[in-house]
């Protein structure tokens, strides 16, 4: 009777380590990746890192939400959020025109130089420019903006 039982949980054994081969084969290349990803961890020392900032979870907890209660962190805080508030509200489309034509008229500021300087009629000619007079109409709106919520506190 003991031989037979030893038997059968032999075979349920290797019935087991057979079926845990045939998983581990399936899934060859996800394991693969994931020795991979923590061997780079291991070169690239955030493994180690890691393993330091959980061994001392409670020190490092301490010191992070100190500095986050840092009046100048919780500033810039506070401006990083306004800033993802203010660029997500608007067209990525928009913003990359802007930021090209910006760093176009940058890039030629010293051809601008040898122009003649603008006088108020210049100014009045180039503000019947509707993409340009939009333009401004959003800068003073801007700050505008800044002016009337500096106003309110």
């Known amino acids: 009777m003991a031989k037979m039982t030893n038997k059968i949980v032999q075979e349920q054994d290797e019935r087991k380590e057979l079926n845990a081969a045939g998983v581990f084969q399936g899934h060859f ?13 291991k070169k690239s020392g955030i493994l180690s890192l890691m393993n330091a900032i959980l061994s001392q979870k409670d ?64 100014i009045n000619s180039m503000l019947k420019d509707p993409d340009l007079s939009a333009g401004i109409r959003v800068i003073l709106s801007a700050i505008g903006a800044m002016t009337s919520s500096g106003k309110q506190q």
């Open 29 to 41: 290349d996800e394991i693969q990746s994931l020795l991979d990803l923590i061997s780079a961890f």
């Open 59 to 122: 020190d490092v907890l301490e010191v992070v939400s100190s500095d986050l209660l840092n009046a100048e962190n919780t500033r810039f805080i506070q401006n990083a959020l306004s800033i993802y508030t203010l660029l997500s509200r608007v067209d990525p489309e928009k913003i990359s025109r802007m930021v090209l034509t910006a760093a176009d008229a940058m890039m030629n500021a010293d051809v601008f130089k040898k122009d003649r300087p603008l006088g108020l009629l210049r």
